[in-house]
């Protein structure tokens, strides 16, 4: 909240807008080096609508900002003009426990969402890193989302309405508040991980899902990563359902759990919940692999942990290069492998987690002990990692050094670039929204 | 472009075979589940993607509408075209391409019936989780085109979550791939932004979907009820209880018996509401929900619950579901499927919606439903030479799904707005709402050539296409 008197142009538009109080000039913040020239925060869509108008009008940068929690990843931008703040957008547009669905505001946090409807015995299923800042709008703008992917299924799965103004300053909607729902174009899909590129997520709405009773986390302990996935295919075979299914690397453990037994192995974690009959059957199916079983509050800390390594990542060692990948079931051997061999080739050691029953992993290459690294060692491993990733995968690059920044393709991608550039053509002609950090 | 000199070059690319523009002929592609009819000029079956693209190219450069077609199954008019247009079916793409166990898709092109491809993956224990109530008959490209659902969409979610990756014929017939095998790709989600476009983005002509492992235990139980209320209160229980059911239908009084003299399923003829309720997973869990939603239904004062003993009782009770379109046809000359979504606490409240309006309109209106998702199925039935009993059916329709807008619904869970329902979305979305999805639309689709007055209401489209248009197909009907 600004007390100092605004003094330039654009501070103005932005007072008559949103009212002085939240608007600020030369705001402390920046985005990878970056500082904008003003940060608001608009009370509504129809002023976020407006701010985008006149943006349009002054051919300005909007960087839409929720909790600060993702910024790290994408290019460093040239210019913001606004940083918009989704923050006052918290209101709960509806609520109906008993209909198991919620439509909230985008600048609410996940967290919060998450305590408040604990309370009727209900659970928001996506786990993004850091929750207590990351907001709806953010987790929907980024599509990150934490291990209970393997059970619940992606945002695309449950999301089910959202609110938006487009880059061009059109106010706009998709879907609804009912769970099934075919009217009109799925906005929803385009916009979840569009990075603030199409629209400014405004609201949105979800299923939810019965909190899960008596869970219990089945550790299984392997040498390499070829058991490991042999162990995970044992598993999507067998009649199990776990709500989590997720793998981590010796380096991973190291780093989530320090000093566990885990330290030295790749270890596939299966979550289940249900009765003591159901979890009896896990444990038969799971087998002797099971070193050991978590419950209560160490296993829901643990899994706390794991949908936060991106961030402990980061945190631990700012010279990472952090990624997370999408690859068919068959090739995550493939991908684990490749990226462990040009990671040692190269001077790195290799930190994974990952979704490995959906394909979904999180990858963090560290300089190896000793190692200076320099720019062009990362433009070499995202090379030859580009070159060697199997057909119809696809990769995010969520942080890496500064210096490399400018050096590593960002994103990778199967679908057809010239039709996501006519949808961003559609919604955003003029490249208001995070010019030159994401896809344009 | 002469519809004559389009129907030569339609044969150069296809085939003499492949083409039909005799007026015999083309009634036969005239309509499909919807209400609306229309002639089209010429039908052509294209038999692999180059001559999709060739024959897009030829559609956009004559500017003459083009619509693919599945199996005709459609309820929203989307697989009707404009008077003179092209109508392009798929049953000669129908092969499944590659099955890849190890990553669990199938690749198929778009002809290939829904339950073929689960039959077609049977012997492997995988299928193709969405069951359209038409899937013996409608095809996967359908199902992609119209983001279709079925009994089993209530677990397993509908076709959109369900594929993964599509080969799209754009309107300059380009071939272009969104997504892949891998369940999602970064990037934007043009997969799921595609599918449910009801053929106005591009022409799928090939789809990866997922298949899934057949579950371990499946059960099947009959909730007899004396009232609609005690049903729905039922539903609400055993979502408390914290049960997602693969598939939870309601059927009304009515529905059950005309589906009972239609198909001896073992219905009772006396009840006020029944509900076909499956579970399906992990043993253990299976016959827990078994006994929780047995005591739901108990407690919620149902007069008897029936537990299905084995797949042929199982099979039985499912009949009695997907055959009561077939068995609506034996009491009425037509019906109308309405397809209106509430949120699941407004199914009681609805219902009785449904009871007033056809009072109102001196119709008959059975209900048959997924009631676990709030997609309702109202069927009304008209006798179709009745011009003023038409026109009843048609407002009737309209004050039922105003009535799911104003609750907090929708106007379509699963058939998608076609032609039919077009004009009321203006009723669900603002004009600028519209304004950005005729914008997407536009981006790929800029001279509206595929599948034209669909989906997005009639004044966008006027509007749209910046003037009135030079050819005589596209202008008729005000454009």
């Given at each position: 909240m600004s007390t100092a008197a605004i003094t330039t142009r654009l501070g103005r538009e932005l007072t008559a807008i949103c009212g002085a109080e939240h608007v600020t000039e030369a705001p402390p913040e920046h985005i990878l080096g970056c500082v904008p020239a003003v940060a608001v925060r608009p009370g509504s869509a129809e002023e976020i609508a407006a701010i985008l108008r006149f943006a349009n009008e002054n051919k300005l940068v909007v960087a839409p900002a929720g909790g600060l929690s993702q910024q790290e990843t994408g290019k460093a931008p040239a210019q913001i003009d606004i940083l918009l703040y989704t923050s006052r957008l918290t209101e709960t547009e509806h609520y109906d426990p008993g209909d198991l669905t919620v439509g909230i505001g985008a600048g609410c946090t996940v967290a919060h969402l998450c305590n408040d409807i604990s309370k009727d015995g209900l659970l928001f299923a996506p786990d993004p890193p850091l929750w207590e800042r990351a907001t709806i709008g953010g987790l929907l703008a980024t599509g990150i989302t934490g291990p209970r992917r393997h059970g619940y299924g992606a945002l695309r799965d449950y999301c089910i309405g959202v609110r938006f103004v487009t880059g061009d300053g059109r106010m706009g909607k998709g879907g609804g508040r009912v769970v099934k729902n075919v009217a009109g174009y799925d906005m929803m899909k385009l916009l979840i991980g569009s990075w603030g590129t199409l629209a400014i997520i405004t609201g949105a709405s979800f299923k939810l899902f019965p909190y899960p009773r008596n869970c219990r986390t089945f550790?299984?302990?392997?040498?390499?990563?070829?058991?490991?996935?042999?162990y995970r295919d044992r598993v999507l075979r067998s009649p199990l359902d776990p709500m989590c299914l997720e793998l981590l690397s010796p380096q991973a453990s190291a780093l989530l759990t320090p000093g566990s037994p885990a330290d030295s192995f790749w270890t596939i974690s299966a979550r289940g919940a249900g009765s003591d009959a159901v979890l009896a059957r896990f444990r038969s199916e799971l087998g002797a692999a099971v070193a050991h079983e978590m419950e209560g509050e160490k296993e829901a800390a643990f899994w706390r942990m794991v949908a936060n390594f991106p961030a402990l990542a980061r945190e631990r060692d700012p010279d990472s290069l952090l990624m997370t990948l999408m690859a068919p079931l068959r090739d995550v051997?493939?991908?684990?492998?490749?990226?462990?061999?040009?990671?040692?080739?190269?001077?790195?050691?290799?930190?994974?987690?990952?979704?490995?029953?959906?394909?979904?992993l999180f990858v963090s290459l560290s300089p190896a002990v000793g190692?200076?690294?320099?720019?062009?060692?990362?433009?070499?491993?995202?090379?030859?990692?580009?070159?060697?990733?199997?057909?119809?995968?696809?990769?995010?690059?969520?942080?890496?050094?500064?210096?490399?920044?400018?050096?590593?393709?960002?994103?990778?991608?199967?679908?057809?670039?010239?039709?996501?550039?006519?949808?961003?053509?559609?919604?955003?002609?003029?490249?208001?929204?995070?010019?030159?950090?994401?896809l344009f | 472009m002469d519809l004559s000199v389009v129907i030569r070059e339609l044969r150069k690319i296809a085939g003499d075979d492949a083409v039909l523009d005799r007026p015999e002929d083309l009634m036969l592609y005239e309509y499909d589940g919807g209400l609306r009819k229309s002639t089209p000029g010429a039908v052509v079956f294209p038999q692999n993607t180059q001559q999709v693209s060739a024959i897009m190219r030829l559609a956009s450069s004559a500017k003459i509408p083009i619509v693919a077609r599945g199996a005709g199954t459609g309820l929203s008019g989307g697989a009707i075209c404009k008077p003179g247009g092209i109508v392009m079916p798929f049953s000669r793409m129908n092969r499944v391409l590659e099955v890849d166990v190890e990553n669990m898709r199938a690749v198929v092109q778009p002809g290939v019936v829904n339950l073929q491809l689960s039959e077609y993956v049977s012997h492997l224990g995988l299928y193709y989780a969405p069951d359209p109530s038409s899937q013996k008959a409608c095809t996967i490209g359908g199902n992609v085109a119209e983001n279709s659902g079925g009994p089993h969409t209530l677990l397993h979610g509908v076709t959109v979550n369900h594929v993964t990756g599509v080969e799209v014929v754009m309107p300059d017939g380009e071939i272009v791939h969104f997504g892949g095998k891998a369940a999602e790709s970064y990037g934007y989600d043009m997969t799921g932004f595609y599918v449910g476009t009801e053929g106005?983005?591009?022409?799928?002509?090939?789809?990866?979907?997922?298949?899934?492992?057949?579950?371990?235990?499946?059960?099947?139980?009959?909730?007899?009820?004396?009232?609609?209320?005690?049903?729905?209160?039922?539903?609400?229980?055993?979502?408390?209880?914290?049960?997602?059911?693969?598939?939870?239908?309601?059927m009304d009084s009515w529905m059950l018996r005309a589906i009972e003299e239609y198909c001896h399923a073992g219905y009772p003829l006396d009840a006020g509401a029944a509900l076909l309720i499956e579970v399906e997973g992990l043993r253990e869990m299976v016959e827990e929900q078994v006994v929780a939603i047995s005591d739901a239904c108990l407690q919620k004062k149902a007069r008897?619950?029936?537990?299905?003993?084995?797949?042929?009782?199982?099979?039985?009770?499912?009949?009695?579901?997907?055959?009561?379109?077939g068995a609506v046809g034996r009491v009425?000359?037509?019906?109308?499927?309405?397809?209106?979504?509430?949120?699941?606490?407004?199914?009681?409240?609805?219902?009785?919606?449904?009871?007033?309006?056809?009072?109102?309109?001196?119709?008959?209106?059975?209900?048959?439903?997924?009631?676990?998702?709030?997609?309702?199925?109202?069927?009304?039935?008209?006798?179709?030479?009745?011009?003023?009993?038409?026109?009843?059916?048609?407002?009737?329709?309209?004050?039922?799904?105003?009535?799911?807008?104003?609750?907090?619904?929708?106007?379509?869970?699963?058939?998608?707005?076609?032609?039919?329902?077009?004009?009321?979305?203006?009723?669900?979305?603002?004009?600028?709402?519209?304004?950005?999805?005729?914008?997407?639309?536009?981006?790929?689709?800029?001279?509206?050539?595929?599948?034209?007055e669909k989906l997005l209401p009639a004044p966008r489209m006027c509007r749209e296409m910046k003037g009135p248009s030079r050819n005589p197909i596209l202008a008729q009907e005000g454009m």
């Open positions: 550790v299984a302990c392997f040498p390499n990563t070829s058991e490991a996935m042999a051997r493939r991908v684990l492998e490749v990226t462990d061999e040009v990671a040692a080739a190269n001077g790195f050691t290799l930190g994974a987690v990952g979704r490995v029953g959906h394909g979904n190692q200076q690294l320099t720019k062009a060692n990362y433009a070499t491993v995202m090379r030859i990692l580009a070159e060697q990733l199997p057909q119809d995968s696809s990769l995010t690059v969520l942080h890496c050094p500064a210096e490399a920044r400018g050096e590593i393709p960002m994103l990778r991608t199967p679908t057809h670039f010239a039709s996501m550039h006519a949808v961003k053509q559609a919604l955003d002609p003029k490249d208001i929204l995070n010019r030159g950090r994401f | 106005t983005v591009g022409i799928t002509t090939a789809v990866t979907v997922k298949l899934l492992r057949k579950p371990e235990a499946v059960k099947t139980l009959l909730g007899i009820f004396e009232s609609v209320d005690d049903a729905a209160q039922t539903v609400s229980a055993i979502t408390a209880a914290g049960i997602t059911p693969a598939a939870l239908e309601m008897e619950v029936r537990v299905a003993k084995d797949e042929e009782e199982r099979a039985l009770l499912w009949k009695g579901r997907k055959t009561a379109f009425a000359p037509s019906y109308y499927t309405q397809d209106g979504v509430v949120p699941r606490g407004k199914i009681p409240a609805v219902l009785a919606h449904i009871g007033d309006v056809a009072k109102k309109h001196n119709l008959i209106i059975g209900n048959i439903f997924h009631a676990g998702d709030g997609n309702l199925h109202p069927l009304i039935m008209f006798d179709e030479r009745d011009k003023a009993q038409f026109d009843h059916v048609l407002e009737a329709s309209e004050d039922i799904l105003q009535y799911c807008i104003d609750v907090g619904g929708s106007i379509t869970g699963e058939h998608g707005v076609g032609s039919e329902k077009r004009d009321m979305m203006t009723h669900l979305f603002t004009e600028e709402e519209l304004d950005v999805m005729a914008s997407l639309r536009n981006a790929f689709n800029r001279d509206g050539v595929l599948n034209p």
